[in-house]
């Protein structure tokens, strides 16, 4: 086991205190286990000489002894790469829980005294129990004298440190995400109840009233009660499908089915569609010269059509709207603008998140804040983009654009249809 040092180096106490108190700051400091153990094993080569380094260790998850970690410092830096190095010292120090000595004959195809290689495989313990081992690697001798095995058993007790801090870091990020997960599911179903529970109860009320034996309702009465029932309905079936587009687009399910489609024409549709369920809508579409025919989910695009008017009628009652197109840059802007009373600043940048609404508004008009999530989704999907621009008191423009890679001008005439 002992030797004449061949390359001792100028070892003083106060070198190898330096090192050993730096080892110990690297392993309280440092967050990335890589860095961490270069700079570890570059200081322990100060303290004693070593060619190569290197780390297996235990997968708990396949039952393996994999190499995990190498570094050649000396002699053989050239095969660096080569992780095979001393994996019997390894393994032997990893079964036995014991500090082992091996010397191994590289063969002839070493030349010289490197075909001797000594190899110093410790056990990496962490609370008392092996997790891998670690060697140190020297080629061409001479063996390793017990101070330099007393600092590699010191340095392989600071790298089971280490290991530890990691796989304690990585604990505690998945408990972090785990938490933040279940609680963001608690948000979603009280959200989720609460909107269903409103339109149901709605109908339940009033089916009820309707059926109430004593009363005898007049059959305007009984119209308006079924109105607001079939109101409610529909509004908890366009939840439904709000929530479940939000849900296929959030993992990417919704697939979009892209066709050239006519902007114009789509635009008039959605607007009168829009008249047609608040007929005090006050609407102006304006619309360039020639629009190019886009490559488009038309049913997606209306979609997000209808929810900017629900919104400009929504949150901006009784003021001018304004419906316009703009070609740019190969892209098409489509904006609905309204001159309501705007929305703060502070509030703009979480408005295409899902289930956010602004505090203030949330008593003006029923809704869930999934609306701009999915308009946000859909024109994405569009490689497009979406942004809202917003002056308080005096009116919100919601744009989005849509690529328009090929400019095919619609011929006039055509564009009236
Ligand atoms: P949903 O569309 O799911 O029925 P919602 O309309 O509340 O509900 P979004 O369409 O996502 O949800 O809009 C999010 C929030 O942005 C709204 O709650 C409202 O506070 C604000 N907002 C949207 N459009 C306008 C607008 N034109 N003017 C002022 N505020 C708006
Ligand atoms: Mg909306």
């Known amino acids: 086991m002992t030797g004449p040092l061949v390359r001792p180096g100028p070892l003083t106490h106060g070198t190898e205190l330096n090192a050993i108190y730096a080892i110990a700051r690297i392993v309280a400091e440092t967050y990335d286990t890589e860095a961490g153990l270069d700079a570890i094993f570059r200081l322990s080569r100060t303290i004693f000489i070593f ?79 092996c997790v891998g081992g670690l060697v140190f690697g020297r080629f061409g001798g001479p063996s390793y004298p017990p101070e330099h095995i007393r600092l590699a058993e010191f340095v392989a007790w600071h790298v089971g440190q280490l290991l530890e801090n990691r796989r304690m870091a990585k604990r505690i990020a998945s408990l972090e995400a785990q938490r933040e997960l279940t609680r963001m599911q608690d948000e979603f179903i009280s959200t989720i109840s609460h909107e269903l529970r409103t339109p149901l109860g709605m109908i339940k009320g009033y089916v009820t009233t309707l059926m109430r034996e004593d009363a005898n309702w007049d059959s305007a009465t009984r119209l308006e009660f079924l109105e607001i029932v079939d109101e409610e309905a529909d509004r908890l079936r366009e939840l439904i499908d709000n929530l479940l587009d939000s849900s296929r687009l959030e993992t990417g399910a919704l697939g979009m089915t892209l066709e050239p489609i006519k902007l114009p024409t789509l635009i008039r549709d959605s607007v009168a569609r829009a008249k047609s369920v608040y007929p005090d809508m006050d609407v102006e579409i304006d619309l360039p010269e020639e629009l190019p025919i886009l490559q488009a989910d038309p049913t997606r695009i209306a979609q997000v059509l209808d929810n900017l008017l629900s919104n400009a009628n929504k949150y901006a009652p009784g003021t001018p709207i304004a419906v316009r197109t703009d070609l740019r840059d190969n892209r098409v802007e489509i904006s609905v603008e309204d001159g309501g009373l705007g929305i703060p600043a502070e509030h703009v940048p979480h408005l295409f998140e899902r289930f956010y609404r602004v505090p203030e508004q949330i008593s003006n008009a029923r809704g869930t804040g999934l609306g701009l ?19 308080m008191g005096s009116g919100t423009r919601v744009f989005f654009t849509l690529p328009a890679k090929v400019i095919t001008p619609i011929p006039e005439g055509e564009y009236e249809r």
């Open 51 to 129: 060619d190569v380094v290197s780390l297996f260790l235990h997968n708990e998850e396949t039952g393996e002894f994999e190499p995990a970690y190498a570094l050649a410092l000396g002699r053989g830096r050239s095969r660096e790469a080569d992780l095979e190095w001393g994996e019997p010292a390894a393994t032997e120090a990893y079964r036995s829980g014991q500090t082992i000595l091996r010397q191994e004959d590289a063969g002839p195809s070493v030349e010289g005294r490197e075909r001797r290689r000594d190899f110093l495989g410790l056990p990496l313990m962490v609370h008392g129990r």
């Open 373 to 391: 999530y999915i308009c946000r989704k859909i024109v994405e999907a569009h490689s497009g983009e979406i942004g809202v621009e917003s002056t």
